[in-house]
């Protein structure tokens, strides 16, 4: 699968989660996460370096108000 089609796939989830109520959404988006699969054992450090990007990233959107 090309990066465009991830791309175009995650643009469609988020626009049909965005038509949840909002206190819907932190579930869906965990649900999500956990779809993608659990990693394995050596995976699980890639794991928690892409989860603590995303909690980085959260914050500092949170901080900027960019949210």
Known sequence: M???????RCRLAAE???QLPPQEWAGWICWMMEAMGEPRD???????????????????RLETGRW
């Open 42 to 60: 050596e995976d699980r450090r890639l794991a928690e370096d892409v989860l603590a990007d995303i909690e980085r990233d959260l914050k500092q």
């Open 16 to 18: 049909a989660i965005m």
């Open 2 to 8: 090309r990066r465009t089609d991830v791309l175009e």
